[in-house]
């Protein structure tokens, strides 16, 4: 997300996947997504059959996407950016850039300033890397003649989400040379920084044949220009990597050069992994952000107040200028009449970083017994997680633990039915942790809302009670802060402060007493306090407190009191508005500005969506603009002008400060302004292009005798490994496993090699295999199959072996859990693990059970390489 | 009442198996056990009593046109499997119960409530579709969602299909879209997509149709399916003659022999 | 390849590549390029087998067809059926001709207790037995299996009438019940003409291949197999010096011995396999050497030889009859089983298989043995 964000502004997908249709070229990489995301895909068909679009696929295995496309490539896990980075170096060489939008909307033509260093010129980092701290200092990255705040420790314990290119860089008067003849321009940066990711390199690091890349690259960046645009879709398979962010920012600098984003047909579609996990990360689940993407405050002694918090955030220019708007309606959400300005809006009472709470982070303290209890709601990460020995060993340090699901899931039943049970190394009876597991409500069994992968809010109504004491998380939530409210009431202390001034007055509905959601979703939409009306969007709010809302990107969902734009279902164009609500301000492809000239008229009839109405003086089209309505083309902002007045008429980015798609980025990225080729943390490879650095510098390995790595080129470990789903499951399979009629369309784990590899090995198709890694073995059925191919890399034959996870020692169907291979790494900025490529040993036969298979795996970790 | 029908265009499907999960879910049909079969992702094997959609995965050949591009790579086509309703039905004419009747769109339909469960269907069917459900007794196949066509809904697998690879409607109409899309395909350079509707076999056609690419071989499609009907005359005729020897024998045997 | 821009220090070698097994390989290659053939064995060629489908191996070798689903209630129901069907044609022709009142008198019973049975064992196969009675909701000429429903239910209405009618007469000497017996054992006999065969036709009338490739002469068979059992039973009810008896065994099992010598006679098609290998070969080979050869020459020895030799003669032969008439059906039925496992059968262009070379099952040694 912060790919995303740091790009262009906002941290999602900045298109509808029913736009697909209109590309004329589509690069799927990082994703499957007939497969995960089969219902997307029509569109991606649509685009094939109706407008003879060229559909590529680049994976390390030909999956059921690539059998739809024209064109497969196949792909050394792990070397992502090197193709794209190839792709870019392409465009630059043979001027293949779309010039008329480059210029005007994103900051090729900036400068940077003189302290700049790339890893060209550094071997591997960029200017600013100390390695004792093992991170960056941002300050020679910025914009010539900008002045910045430096970046803080709270902001290297707190990652960075969604929202960026905001107030640590204002960047009044920054520099700009047109004709991109300047040293330091990012044009020049670029070039350079890309110089050696030829077709040869592309070739010599990922196995990609040159003229099958050349054809690719060819018919990719020939879908550019006025009259055509091009796709990228992307899914976990570009996130889940320890260069995750880079990669897509790779994406994002590709799309701006051939002037992609926020046209039909064009854009990045990030394909989320997940039925909900945008609304997810809107109204986050996560650590280190506040709904909407604000960011979540950090304890910094100095630091810690409303004041300095604002100030680090609010931007002069742009959308973030309202920042402390945001914020205030939030906490008047939250608080209610107890937040005001003379108590800085109960700023005091939000719980403030003080580290790495990530999952990742909370775990490894859980690990050593630092933590009482735990809830776990609707997830499986005795399963789903990395390193499932170590996830499922620190729940038995636990006091409590609280799973609410449908079925018992494995990290339900860890504490009797597991490996480490199995294996001896936990006894149940030593097992302390007192496990409460409460049934939860289904889909149709409760109300609420849907965000999908492309910014849409959809809202399912409650078709039929749960049944027996199931209950939905709304209901569990809201009877927990009650009765914690309760408890709470009338004592003194500052600790109960937060419970006790949380304003909990929700209606409830129906036998079960539920809380109505619909008053979840108003609160969320937002309304004046005043008048007691709902506001119709994010521009009504103000920052006096007489507002109220608890997402302001969502602001405008629920805009008048029987009006819930989330669950109207009738569509009138190709769009979809009218079905649903798409955030902000149903806009369906954000940043739509691009899509006319900077004079305002369309870039092309057949490429239009957006445009300027001389006559009514606004902006219309197709889409609902992204961008003040009455703002003239041609405006010019004055010198003092703040919030999106200080943005030009051709500035479409309009969360971003200088209002450009930023294809170097300044700030908000914790590994670099722009993306770079390391190989991933586990590789049999060293990183082709720089000797003193193999993997991603400030990636956090979270090394410990319980998670170990195989150093590079490992002869214990020589092939390399790639996770992924299946279409038949659902992720940690609790829904897809217990289901018979599911169960039964893959009923047991699997693992896919080449023909070449099987020979090779004297693997059977059919037959039992164990695969082996640092953490731990797994058996899996052997599926010999011509889609996995050897590929030529660096002058040797690297084979790749594929493994879906979908399987858990729970439910219709059992297998071994893949994940338990996997080790628990931290990508700098969101804190996710490598699960795309690691390395491993593959060697025919069962795996022992009982205590058995821990000596099996530690003779084989043993053995000379 | 128009005749509806299937056409399965096998060039859109994503193997995506939604339309066999909407049919199990639609029908609330069982599974059939859970065995990994190794054969590319289909776990499935063939459509039977509880299976009335059935996705094939085919690993095969090398295809020119779309669809991976490596000339030494094995390709990858998916096809949805049905009953294919046809037009002349080996189990309709089979069936002694009556329980196997033409709707009145068209679709061959197994009445549960009169079926006895004799399998005489299980052994006419040319495509191998119907199965009794030896825990139930009485023989299964896909009912071309008759309930549902009767409320005037598609069936469950159209409605599922993202790529709508699916189509149902009007059988003239289909038959015309599956022309048009053939040549279609042929004229993008796909020679050998073709439309699998045996009308010159005693099958005399089906309403549910195919495009495959490549020999339908080798997705289980019979070149030359027959209704058993047409053995129907050489069969009784050898009856009628085993019946004259027996009362010709007969006769010459006792005639011939003396009194006892 | 020297790249001076990269950064090459790679020190792994993949497991299990041995440089010499790959210089034999690059020998055997050129070998072949150069001399079209290579004598030498040696090196496995890299590529581990995985299933294919494709127009040699259908869908992965998965059958097509459905196994018919029939219990062992059937072929003994065929048996039966063949058995009582022939037994009451012969009875009524003994009465008719005035030659053997005993054979027309033990005829009735017979085709009156196999009607019975027969029913039974029908019923029994059903999936719903208690819905048996819906086999009489149509009439239909194009199902075989609705044909013989009811000719099933017309031969044990009038074999049931006739023998009731015999048991009444004999008991109560009651007249208008032997004139009743005498016309339900017409009835009973024009409907047992076609039920001591029907059943070949039942089976040759389907999809399954082996069944439909010989569906010319099945009937016939099964009809030759019914009178074998049907002469066999009424001997061994103490007919055994019946000379028409006798007779018509001989012309029955003559004409079983042929269709046995025919059938091995063809040259070898595909089809015909599961009648000459395998368990369902072995069956049907045993049942029609009972059925043929031996019972001929017995009965052909028995015309030949004294009153009581004959009689042990005939008795042998008979019971070689019923067994060989039992496991003929038996034979056929799997037969049919497991013709319609064979993948290659329904996959063929040709519209009548005909006869041609069995392809090799060795070139797809991954898919189960068919037997």
Not at chain 1, 531 to 548: N, P, R
Request: glycine share 10%; proline share 6%; net charge neutral.
């Amino acid at each position: 997300m912060p790919g995303l964000g740091t790009s262009f502004g906002r941290g999602g997908a900045t298109t509808a996947q029913s736009d697909l249709a209109n590309a004329d070229a589509i690069l799927i990489m990082g994703s499957s997504m007939a497969e995960n995301h089969p219902v997307g895909f029509q569109w991606v068909m649509e685009a094939r059959e109706k407008n003879g679009a060229t559909i590529i696929h680049v994976d390390p295995r030909f999956t059921r996407t690539s059998a739809m496309a024209d064109i497969w490539l196949p792909l050394r896990a792990g070397t992502d950016i090197l193709f794209l980075g190839g792709l870019i170096n392409y465009v630059l060489t043979n001027d293949k850039m779309f010039r008329e939008y480059v210029l005007p909307y994103t900051n090729l033509s900036t400068v940077i300033c003189e302290g700049f260093r790339d890893t060209e010129d550094l071997d591997g980092v960029f200017s600013g890397w100390d390695d004792i701290k093992k991170r960056y200092d941002h300050a020679t990255w910025q914009y010539q003649n900008v002045e910045t705040l430096g970046y803080d420790e709270g902001h290297y314990g707190g990652g960075g989400h969604g929202k960026e290119g905001t107030g640590t860089s204002h960047p009044n008067g920054c520099e700009r040379d047109e004709t991109l003849q300047h040293p330091r321009c990012v044009y020049q940066i670029l070039k350079k920084h890309f110089a050696r990711y030829t077709p040869e390199m592309v070739e010599q690091g990922s196995g990609i044949p040159k003229e099958q890349f050349l054809k690719v690259a060819e018919a990719f960046t020939s879908a550019s220009g006025p009259d055509k645009t091009a796709a990228i879709c992307y899914s976990v398979g570009w996130t889940q990597h320890s260069k995750g962010v880079q990669i897509i920012r790779s994406a994002a600098i590709l799309q701006l050069l051939l002037g992609n984003i926020g046209r039909p047909g064009g854009g990045i579609l990030a394909l989320r992994g997940h039925a909900s996990i945008q609304g997810s990360t809107d109204i986050p689940t996560l650590y280190d952000i506040l709904p909407g993407y604000l960011h979540m405050p950090f304890f910094k002694s100095g630091h810690n107040n409303f004041n300095d918090y604002i100030l680090r955030h609010k931007s002069r220019k742009g959308l973030w200028f309202n920042y402390d708007t945001y914020f205030i309606n939030l906490m008047k959400a939250w608080y209610g009449e107890n937040a005001r300005a003379d108590n800085d809006w109960c700023f005091d009472l939000i719980p403030k970083l003080t580290g790495d709470h990530s999952h990742f982070g909370y775990w490894l303290d859980m690990r050593e017994g630092k933590m009482d209890g735990l809830f776990v709601l609707g997830q499986n990460p005795a399963v789903g997680a990395s390193n499932g020995r170590l996830e499922r060993t620190a729940l038995s340090k636990l006091k409590w633990l609280v799973v609410r699901d449908m079925v018992e899931t494995e990290t339900a039943s860890f504490w009797y039915n597991s490996p480490e049970i199995e294996r001896g190394e936990l006894k149940t009876e030593d097992i302390a942790t007192e496990v409460f597991l409460f049934p939860a409500a289904g889909t149709a069994e409760k109300a609420g809302t849907f965000t999908n992968t492309q910014r849409l809010l959809q809202f399912r109504e409650l078709a039929i009670h749960p049944p027996g004491h199931a209950r939905s998380d709304s209901w569990f939530m809201y009877h927990l802060g009650r009765r914690l409210k309760k408890k709470v009431e009338g004592k003194v202390g500052k600790r109960y402060e937060p419970l006790q001034k949380l304003q909990w007055n929700y209606k409830t509905e129906g036998p079960l007493k539920e809380p109505s959601i619909s008053q979840v979703l108003k609160e969320i939409s937002g309304w004046d306090l005043t008048s007691g009306k709902q506001v119709s969007g994010y521009k009504e709010l103000k920052g006096d407190g007489t507002t109220a809302s608890g997402c302001w990107i969502y602001s405008g969902v629920f805009p008048a009191e029987n009006l819930n734009k989330a669950l109207i279902r009738s569509p009138k164009n190709y769009l979809g508005h009218g079905w649903g609500f798409s955030w902000p301000n149903d806009v369906r492809i954000i940043y739509n500005r691009c899509s006319a000239r900077p004079d305002g008229r369309p870039w092309s009839e057949r490429k239009k969506l957006v445009w300027w109405d001389e006559e009514k003086q606004e902006w219309t089209g197709i889409d609902t603009p992204d961008f003040d309505k009455k703002k003239r083309p041609d405006y010019q902002p004055p010198e003092d002008a703040t919030g999106t007045n200080g943005l030009a008429g051709d500035k479409p980015f309009i969360l971003n400060a200088d209002g450009v798609g930023w294809v170097f980025a300044p700030t908000g990225l914790m590994d670099g302004p722009l993306p770079t080729h390391y190989e991933p943390l586990e590789s049999p490879l060293h990183n082709p292009l720089y000797r003193s650095h193999d993997t991603n510098p400030p990636e956090d390995k979270k090394i410990r005798p319980d998670n170990e790595y195989a150093p590079i080129g490992d002869g214990r470990f020589p092939y390399v490994l790639s996770t992924y789903r299946l279409t038949e499951h659902h992720t940690a399979g609790g829904m897809s496993r217990t289901l018979p009629h599911l169960a039964e369309l893959q009923p047991e784990l699997f693992c896919e090699l080449s023909p070449e590899l099987a020979a090779d090995l004297e693997l059977v198709h059919g037959e039992w295999a164990c695969i082996y890694t640092p953490r731990s073995v797994i058996e899996a059925r052997v599926m010999v199959t011509p889609r996995m191919r050897p590929l030529w890399v660096q002058g040797r034959t690297v084979h790749q072996v594929g493994l879906p996870y979908h399987w858990g020692y729970n439910g219709l169907v059992k297998g071994d859990v893949t994940n338990d291979l996997l080790p628990i790494s931290e990508e700098p900025n969101v804190r996710i693990m490598e699960t795309k490529a690691l390395v491993c040993d593959i060697v025919p036969g069962r795996r022992a059970t009982g205590p058995e298979a821990l000596k099996q795996w530690k003779a084989h970790k043993e053995e000379a390489a | 009442m128009t005749t509806t029908a299937f056409l399965t265009d096998s060039t859109l499907c994503i193997g995506c198996k939604a339309c066999e999960v909407a049919c199990k879910e639609w029908n609330e049909l069982g599974d059939d056990g859970h065995t990994w079969t190794g054969l590319s992702y289909d776990n499935t094997g063939a459509v039977g009593h509880s299976t009335w959609r059935h996705v094939k995965f085919v690993e095969a050949a090398p295809l020119l046109g779309f669809g991976g591009n490596a000339p030494d790579l094995a390709s990858w086509t998916f096809s949805s499997d049905v009953c294919k309703h046809c037009e002349v039905a080996g189990c309709l004419e089979a069936c002694p119960t009556g329980a196997i009747v033409r709707t009145e769109f068209g679709g061959v339909f197994v009445q549960p409530d009169v079926c006895n469960g004799c399998a005489y269907c299980v052994v006419s069917c040319p495509f191998g579709v119907v199965q009794k459900n030896s825990d139930d007794g009485r023989a299964f196949k896909c009912t071309f969602c008759y309930d549902r066509q009767k409320e005037g809904l598609q069936p469950a697998c159209a409605k599922a299909c993202p790529t709508e690879s699916i189509k149902f409607g009007d059988i003239d109409e289909l038959k015309l879209a599956a022309q048009v899309r053939v040549e279609e395909l042929q004229s993008r350079g796909m020679q050998d997509a073709q439309l699998y509707d045996p009308t010159e076999t005693s099958v005399k056609g089906l309403h549910a149709m195919f495009i495959t690419r490549g020999d339908p071989k080798q997705y289980n499609l019979p070149p030359n399916p027959e209704v058993p009907t047409v053995y129907l005359e050489s069969a009784w005729k050898s009856s009628a003659l085993a019946a004259g020897v027996l009362v010709l024998g007969g006769l010459f045997a006792f005639l011939g022999s003396a009194r006892r | 390849m020297s790249d001076p821009i990269m950064n090459l220090s790679n020190e792994y070698t993949p497991k299990g590549w041995k440089p010499r097994k790959e210089a034999r390989l690059e020998e055997i290659k050129e070998q072949a390029k150069e001399f079209g053939t290579v004598e030498a064995k040696g090196v496995v060629p890299a590529g581990a087998p995985f299933p294919k489908a494709s127009p040699e191996t259908g869908y992965y070798g998965i059958p097509l067809l459905k196994q018919p689903q029939w219990k062992p209630e059937i072929p003994i129901y065929f048996f039966v059926g063949g058995a009582s069907g022939a037994a009451s044609v012969i009875g009524a022709l003994a009465h008719w001709t005035g030659k053997d009142r005993q054979v027309a008198r033990d005829a009735r019973l017979v085709a009156a207790a196999g009607a019975i049975i027969s029913s039974g064992l029908l019923i029994s196969d059903l999936g719903r037995p208690s819905r048996f009675l819906n086999m009489l909701r149509m009439f239909k000429p194009q199902s075989p299996m609705s044909m013989g429903a009811w000719i099933l239910a017309g031969f044990g209405t009038f074999s049931g009438a006739a023998a009731t009618a015999q048991i009444l007469s004999d008991r109560l000497g009651f007249g208008p019940f032997r004139i009743l017996g005498n016309v339900a054992e017409g009835f009973s006999a024009l409907f047992g003409l076609p039920f001591s065969n029907y059943t070949g036709v039942l089976i040759g009338a389907t999809v399954i291949p082996v069944w439909n490739h010989n569906v010319r002469t099945l009937p016939f068979h099964f009809g030759m197999s019914g009178i074998n059992a049907g002469v066999s039973i009424l001997e061994l009810m103490g007919n055994d010096s019946s000379p028409g008896l006798n007779r018509l065994g001989i012309i029955s099992s003559a004409a079983e011995t042929y269709e046995g010598i025919e059938l091995e006679m063809k040259r070898d098609p595909v089809v015909n396999e599961p009648l000459k290998h395998g368990a369902s070969g072995w069956i049907t080979r045993m049942g029609g050497v009972l059925s043929g050869p031996v019972p001929l020459a017995l009965r052909l020895a028995a015309e030949f030889t004294g009153k009581r030799r004959s009689r042990q003669l005939r008795q042998i032969a008979a019971c070689s009859s019923i067994a060989g008439s039992l496991l003929t059906r038996i034979g056929w039925v799997r037969a049919g089983g497991v013709s319609a496992k064979d993948w290659r059968l329904p996959l063929e262009e040709t519209k009548r298989p005909r006869v041609q070379k069995s392809q090799s099952r060795e070139d797809y040694p991954h898919m189960r043995k068919i037997s």
